[in-house]
């Protein structure tokens, strides 16, 4: 598989920003946000009737009549004075030529998940990086983004595209903010090699496992009644098996603690637009204290999980202003005296019923969609095409990895 770049350019938006546009503050949220290059790929079939010249002009031109109206991301982040300056400098725009086939970054089945990143011009962010951080938007931002790109190349027209507001530091000014920004989950420790593989849980394994997290199951002790979703029990397995996973290599079982953000659009008291671009979700920490074995069965983690994502929903809801918001969302968990050296803690992160497989660029909906290897630890989850199953990107510690992929409940429901 070769990658050959055949030209890189800037895309500047076909309208200049106007002056009174140029500076636009970050909000207190994007500064608590850990700037991580976030990346995910869109496959498409080849359609012999499409001449590839005309496709890159489409899409060149399209891309800068779209950032006419998303212009900050056509700017640059100046982090000490906490906004970015607007400046029409334009995005990264590359075209490349592929000598391979998508089958052969698919193994019988398995992903080589290293080759992805040929695809992609960083593996992190840094403030260099001329393209999304999520120091400035996050998952939904990202994706809103790409269909309104995906919408004016098509043909719709600009006018179709749905207008953005970047108006979050008018309800969360940026201030002074200390917060744990180096959490161990995502803090890329030099001596840490990671690795990153795709797990498949397709739609029968998830209705197993709901089964089970309901007490559906042939165990007439567990819970009838709680209704969990496909990211709770795929989040709650996946937590049990790296639980199990610590266990093994410390010899005992160890806390642990799980972090999913938690989209705040439309769930606060605060009149902020469903359209608004930039940080605006929560993470919901569910805590495993490390008790006991019982403690790690799935019906008791998939509550864990579900009852913390529901808690932070209502604490979302209670706030009347900005700053109260603010301090719901940097109130993060202290482990007391020297426990959260001995608590494990697991980044999530979830893309599912994000609309990732409607970007029709004029040559059809994408056939896959994939993430690509991260060099910290994180998991994240993504639909399968058909929208019932999901696709959960781990990277891990490879010691931890080759643990991880032999676990009886990864083996036992992964396709």
Known sequence: MKVQILSRKFIKPATPTPPHLR?????????????????????YHVHGDHDDDQKGERLEKSLSEVLT?????????IKKNLLLDCNDQGVEYSAAQVSGELAQVLLQGEVEAKLLNLFVPFAMESETTPWYSFKSTDGISMTTFFNAWATACRGAGINEVIR???????????REITVPLDLPSLHAKKSKAV???????????????????????????????????????VTALMWKALIGVAQARHGRLRPSLVRHPVNMRGRTALPIPDNSCGNFCVDANARFGGESESKMELHVLAGLVDGAIRNRVADCLKPQNGDDLVSVVTN????????????????????????????????????????????????????TKDGDGIEAWASLDEKDMLLFQKHPDIIAFTS
């Open 23 to 43: 500076s636009c503050r970050i909000s207190a949220l994007d500064q608590i946000t850990l700037p991580i290059y976030v990346a995910f790929i869109q496959y």
């Open 69 to 77: 109206l998303y212009y900050p991301l056509a700017g640059r982040y």
């Open 164 to 174: 953005p507001s970047f108006d979050l530091a008018s309800f969360f000014p940026p």
């Open 195 to 233: 690795t990153t593989k795709r797990f498949v849980f397709n739609g029968t394994a998830i209705s197993r496992l709901k089964d089970i997290a309901r007490g559906d199951a042939d165990d007439p002790t567990l819970p009838k009644s709680q209704q969990y979703s496909r990211v709770v029990v």
């Open 332 to 383: 993060f968990p202290r482990e007391p005296g020297g426990e959260r050296d001995e608590t494990d803690m697991i980044k999530f992160s979830s893309w599912c019923r994000f609309p990732i497989y409607e970007a029709d660029f004029g040559w059809g909906k994408p056939i896959w969609v994939s993430g690509v290897h991260k060099p910290v630890e994180i998991v994240t989850l993504m639909d």
